[in-house]
């Protein structure tokens, strides 16, 4: 499986929050994957 999804900000914004993104970037991962393993 290959994720090409993210939340991006500037350069600025990456700096100023990174927990903030890599939090969002997780979840986003976590949504995809569990939605990949669910039983159709």
């Known amino acids: 499986m290959f994720l090409a999804a993210a939340k ?5 914004a990456n700096a100023s929050l990174p ?3 890599l939090y969002d ?6 949504n995809v994957v569990h939605a990949a393993a669910r039983p159709w």
Do not use: H, R
């Open 19 to 21: 927990a903030d993104f």
């Open 8 to 12: 991006v900000g500037g350069i600025f």
């Open 25 to 30: 970037n997780l979840a986003i991962e976590a």
